[in-house]
C-alpha cells in the first residue's frame, strides 16, 4: 500500500486490462488510484452500486455515462463526479493510445446518519 508518493508516477501498464491500486481504506472508505488505457464497461453492462462512490479525473479524459441521462459526460484532468448508491453508471470510453488516471473514493452508506 502506498503511503506517500505521486498519483501520476509508476503507472502500471493498463494496455490489456484496467488497473487498480488501493491506497488506503480507513473504517470502510476506500481510495483507490485506477488506471484505464482504451477500457470502457462492456455494452449493456452497468455498475450499480451499494455505496457512495466520488471519482477525480487525474490524467487523460473519459466519457461517463449515466443511466438517466441521455448523453455521455466528458471528463477531463480536474473533473469530478459524485454518485450516490444505486447511481447505475458506466464508463462508455477512455483514449486507447493514453493513459486515464482516477482517484476514487467508496464510501460505505451508514444506514442512520445516511453517510
Known amino acids: 500500500m502506498m503511503l506517500s ?40 453492462q452497468w455498475y450499480d452500486q451499494d455505496w457512495y462512490e466520488w471519482v477525480l479525473l487525474l490524467q487523460g479524459e473519459a466519457l461517463v455515462q449515466l443511466e438517466d441521462e441521455s448523453t455521455p459526460r466528458h471528463l477531463g484532468p480536474g473533473d469530478c463526479i459524485s454518485l450516490p448508491p444505486r447511481c447505475r453508471h458506466r464508463v462508455q470510453w477512455t483514449p486507447p493510445n493514453r493513459v486515464t488516471v482516477w482517484l476514487a473514493l467508496h464510501i460505505p452508506v451508514d444506514t442512520e446518519e445516511g453517510v
Request: negative net charge; aromatic residues 2%.
Open 5 to 44: 508518493g505521486n498519483l501520476l508516477a509508476n503507472l502500471p501498464d493498463a494496455t490489456t486490462s484496467e488497473q487498480f491500486e488501493l491506497l488506503a481504506q480507513v473504517r470502510g472508505v476506500r481510495v483507490e488510484r485506477i488506471v484505464s488505457q482504451g477500457q470502457a464497461t462492456p455494452a449493456g
